[in-house]
């Protein structure tokens, strides 16, 4: 994949959580505070914890870091994978999130 073509599904990538977090706030009362800073964006939940996801340009992946660790994902053409092969950046995001605001949380793509 190309630079360009890396930073048009990043940022495509970052743009979903940002209205996601938008649709979770207008219907559920998860209160997420999401704010962004160039290729950053941390989630902040009402107790506190965070989850922040960051581009690595050098490397072409999108990193998120939880309480649950740190991961690292990449394009395969289709959708944002674990590096390590546990699974779909969205799918992961969800759990990870819903685990820390304590309520079901949706970041589907």
């Known amino acids: 994949?190309?630079?360009?073509?890396?930073?048009?599904?990043?940022?495509?990538?970052?743009?979903?959580?940002?209205?996601?977090?938008?649709?979770?706030?207008?219907?559920?009362d998860a209160d997420i505070d999401n704010q962004r800073v160039g290729g950053m964006i941390t989630l902040t939940f009402s107790n506190r914890t965070?989850?922040?996801?960051?581009?690595?340009k050098p490397l072409q992946e999108v990193w998120?870091?939880?309480?649950?660790?740190?991961?690292?994902?990449?394009?395969?053409?289709?959708?944002?994978?674990?590096?390590?092969?546990?699974?779909?950046f969205f799918s992961n995001l969800t759990r990870h999130a819903t685990e820390q605001a304590g309520q079901p949380l949706d970041f589907s793509s």
């Open 1 to 28: 994949m190309t630079d360009t073509e890396y930073l048009d599904r990043a940022e495509a990538l970052l743009k979903a959580i940002e209205l996601a977090c938008d649709r979770l706030n207008d219907d559920t």
């Open 50 to 56: 965070q989850i922040i996801i960051n581009l690595q």
């Open 64 to 88: 998120l870091a939880a309480k649950a660790g740190g991961f690292h994902y990449r394009h395969d053409g289709t959708a944002w994978m674990d590096t390590k092969g546990q699974g779909e």
